[in-house]
């Protein structure tokens, strides 16, 4: 089927799912009486399958904030494959529900089993959205138990047709002083009492102490033994965010040159020609830390004194594991995307071109920040 026919009968398939959906939630819509008390909020579901890594990952303190304000009994996180691991390392997630598409395609059993989780009696149901809304939510919003449900009514003026789902839909727009995304990912929360701009902004991801040792053994490689780690990020899903090669290999030398440090090249799965290319510019010793998973990262991570690493997901793990984060920012906003907290830094580029910022800048700000662990 040609590309154009098929993205054409898709448009068509989710126009007509909206005003179905629209529809049923007019027809179907409960009554809502009030939340009562807060100790009666025991349990919560929470959708988060859609978006990036680094954008899930910015749900943390949303999380963080539900477990501190309520005595939950569970606090549940329906989360895709591809970001499963981003709730893995989470401390206040009670459990985790697996939207897989495919497997459910494979064996339609496991689809029940996932709609009979949704069904599982909630008292409240939170659809955050900092990027993107997701009719996919939507429709497992409409499906799911819960006394109460709390979704996007719009996203920066951008209706949600489908917004009658939710007993209580919320506007969401920047304009209010909530600039950060991790801030924006809270602001559906506030029906809850949750102020956004209060809470802390800090990511977190809990390493899987038994990958201590696979990381020890990967230390042991490296040549130099010095106290000074670095990690190195030169890869990013869309090409814009990446700093050219040649300058992440001449900042590789002077690390490697005047302080004299190891550095560790991390690669996701669509790292792997700009690595390569990397790795094949510089004549110093290295180690290439691929076919790794989550996790395993976040436990290397963990022992890393800095990581300078584009706008990506490993920029949002690296913060999330306490380690010092230098990042690189083109066209990107780093007031919405940068880690906060005072032990990281960002560099925006010129005229939202991330080749404009200089290798010496990047060099004497990680040498302040080296010499600061």
């Not at 780093?334 to 005072?342: V, Y």
């Amino acid at each position: 089927m040609p590309n154009g026919l098929s993205k054409s009968l898709e448009r068509t398939a989710k126009g007509g799912a909206r005003r179905l959906l629209a529809s049923l939630a007019s027809w179907h819509h409960q009554r809502w009486h009030g939340f009562g008390k807060a100790e009666d909020i025991k349990r919560i579901i929470v959708i988060r399958q859609h978006n990036q890594f680094g954008d899930v990952l910015c749900t943390v303190p949303l999380l963080r904030a539900l477990k501190t304000k309520f005595c939950l009994d569970e606090l549940a996180v329906v989360v895709s494959p591809q970001n499963i691991d981003a709730v893995r390392g989470c401390r206040y997630v009670d459990k985790i529900i697996n939207y897989d598409k495919l497997a459910f395609y494979r064996k339609p059993s496991l689809f029940f089993k996932f709609f009979k989780e949704l069904r599982n009696g909630y008292d409240v149901l939170l659809v955050p959205s900092n990027v993107s809304m997701s009719l996919t939510n939507d429709i497992m919003s409409f499906f799911i138990k819960a006394k109460v449900k709390i979704g996007p009514k719009s996203l920066e003026d951008k209706p949600n047709k489908t917004h009658g789902v939710y007993d209580i839909a919320v506007d969401l727009q920047w304009d209010n002083g909530i600039t950060h995304q991790s801030c924006r990912n809270m602001q559906v929360a506030i029906p809850l009492g949750i102020d956004p701009v209060k809470q802390d902004k800090g990511l977190e991801y809990d390493v899987d102490e038994r990958l201590s040792g696979e990381v020890s053994e990967l230390m042991k490689s490296v040549k130099n033994g010095t106290s000074l780690k670095v990690a190195i990020h030169a890869g990013a899903g869309k090409a814009a965010n990446r700093w050219n090669v040649w300058n992440f290999a001449k900042l590789s030398e002077l690390l490697h040159d005047e302080l004299g440090a190891d550095l560790y090249f991390t690669e996701g799965s669509f790292d792997h020609e700009i690595v390569e290319h990397l790795t094949n510019l510089i004549k110093i010793p290295f180690v290439r830390v691929r076919n790794r998973t989550i996790q395993s990262i976040a436990a290397l991570l963990t022992q890393m004194d800095l990581t300078i690493t584009n706008d990506t997901g490993i920029m949002h793990l690296s913060a999330a594991v306490g380690t010092s984060t230098l990042s690189l920012f083109g066209p990107t906003d780093p007031l919405q995307w940068a880690p906060a907290g005072s032990n990281h830094r960002f560099i925006l580029g010129r005229n939202s071109d991330i080749n404009s910022i200089e290798v010496n800048k990047v060099f004497d700000l990680a040498k302040k920040m080296a010499l600061k662990n």
